[in-house]
């Protein structure tokens, strides 16, 4: 019978000794794998709403900036080829990609979702294209008001044709500056998501491996 007991009580310690083991052998993997990811992701979501911002203040400001400029090719219509941007309409349909995209990072930045993410990444994908495009636009048209302030010296009014130039160059250089601000913003949000995404695709497969 004490053999029995003997024999009885080696399993027991044996299957408690065993318990600690298993359960710091998680800790560890949590403590090497999951936190290191959680504060990478909100680093991300912080600076995802600060480009976002950043995105919205721009657009507005080119909306703002084309809106006046409308105003003065109708006060100034004898001198419309200084405001050679509104015919193509940038200043209006340009800053609607940047403020909506600018929303959307913001947005999933504070509730990131699966269609929140897609919707955002392809919104910069587009606000990218339509940067490109506008800064095409206006550097076009700053070319052709240099060479329409030759054009000033044959006209009427010589004084005011060579203010409205000078004044058209101004914002047309505003509203430069800040579409390739827009374009680098919407470049690195569009590179931030790949490489998160492609990083998160690496840990799914390597979670398994470390879990065994």
């Not at 084309?66 to 800053?95: D, E, K």
């Not at 590179?191 to 470390?210: F, G, H, L, Y």
Request: a neutral charge; charged letters at 10%; hydrophobic letters at 45%.
């Amino acid at each position: 019978m004490a053999s029995q007991e003997v024999g009885n009580e080696e399993p027991r310690i044996a299957s408690t000794g065993s318990l600690p083991a298993s359960q710091a052998e998680p800790e560890v993997i949590n403590n090497s794998v999951y936190q290191p990811i959680g504060e990478l992701q909100n680093h991300l979501k912080e600076k995802l709403q600060a480009f976002g911002a950043v995105q919205i203040l721009s657009g507005a400001i080119i909306l703002v900036l084309g809106v006046f400029l409308g105003s003065l090719r109708n006060i100034f219509h004898f001198f419309s080829v200084f405001f050679f941007i509104f015919y193509t309409a940038y200043p209006l349909w340009g800053p609607i990609f940047f403020i909506v995209s600018g929303s959307l990072s913001v947005v999933t930045g504070r509730k990131p979702t699966r269609a929140l993410v897609q919707n955002t990444f392809g919104m910069n994908i587009a606000s990218a294209t339509v940067a490109l495009v506008g800064f095409v636009f206006l550097s076009i048209n700053l070319a052709v008001n240099k060479q329409s302030f030759k054009n000033c010296e044959a006209s009427q009014s010589q004084d005011l044709c060579i203010y409205v130039g000078i004044f058209s160059n101004g914002l047309m250089s505003i509203m430069l500056i800040l579409t390739l601000l827009e374009l680098c913003i919407s470049i690195s949000v569009s590179a931030m998501w790949c490489v998160e995404s492609s990083r998160n695709s690496t840990e799914v497969i390597s979670t398994p491996s470390n879990s065994v």
